[in-house]
């Protein structure tokens, strides 16, 4: 299901928010094999020049100004895959204001700002939107503990359900994946204990987003696909 032909992209223009992470890496990786060009934000200084890939220096997604920037001149503007986001484990009764605030800006209000400037960007053909949410997004009572993160993730997968029928018409296809565990060295520092064969490997999760975000996808819309592995 999830094939999709070498080099089906032919030279279009995928921005890819959080490139620079391991699954960001990853999708970045597929999509210049399919022979996409990307165009990559980082908060910071941009990393070494890479061919293919164009970076976006000091881009706050959760700017309004930012990301006009990341989508300016982006004319030939195919598809937008949003990575970018963070993670918070803490008990609601320990998360105050600025905490929620902030991981609700970093997830949700990163993802609704790049869905609407690609869709201010994209022509009259239609294109591509490819978002992130998570494994407790789906289902919310595996949240414990990380209640606040856990709204915030269910925010981008029902704002993906909802822009999806919102632009149908326009050929625009909307869809979201929501892994478990990603198998990066990362996590496994942060879970020792875990059976990290369980996990989903970042370029197995790679592949379902470049097919999402492909020519080749034709009719998937609207769908919060679970990439958990074996987990």
Not at 24 to 34: C, K
Not at 105 to 121: F, I, K, M, P
Not at 141 to 155: D, E, F, I, L, P
Request: with cysteine; glycine share 8%.
């Amino acid at each position: 299901m999830f094939h999709t032909p070498m080099q089906d992209f032919d030279g279009r223009l995928v921005v890819v928010t959080g490139g620079t992470g391991a699954l960001g890496q990853a999708v970045v990786d597929a999509l210049l094999a399919r022979g996409a060009r990307c165009r990559v934000p980082v908060h910071g200084d941009a990393p070494a020049p890479r061919p293919g890939v164009a970076f976006v220096d000091h881009c706050d997604l959760a700017d309004e100004a930012a990301v006009a920037r990341l989508y300016d001149g982006a004319a030939e503007l195919w598809a937008s895959i949003h990575l970018a986001g963070g993670f918070a484990m803490q008990p609601a009764q320990d998360t105050g204001l600025a905490a929620l605030r902030s991981i609700l800006d970093t997830n949700l209000v990163s993802c609704h700002l790049c869905c609407a400037g690609a869709l201010r960007t994209f022509r009259a053909a239609g294109g591509r939107i490819v978002n992130v949410a998570a494994r407790p997004a789906l289902e919310p009572r595996a949240g414990a503990g990380m209640v606040a993160y856990t709204a915030s993730k269910a925010a981008v997968a029902a704002l993906t359900q909802a822009l999806a029928a919102e632009v149908a018409a326009r050929g625009v296809l909307v869809n979201a994946v929501a892994p478990s565990t990603i198998d990066t060295p990362a996590n496994r520092a942060s879970m020792p204990k875990a059976d990290f064969t369980k996990w989903p490997q970042p370029q197995e999760v790679a592949a379902t987003i470049a097919f999402l975000a492909s020519p080749a996808n034709r009719v998937t819309t609207g769908a919060v696909v679970p990439v958990y592995g074996k987990a």
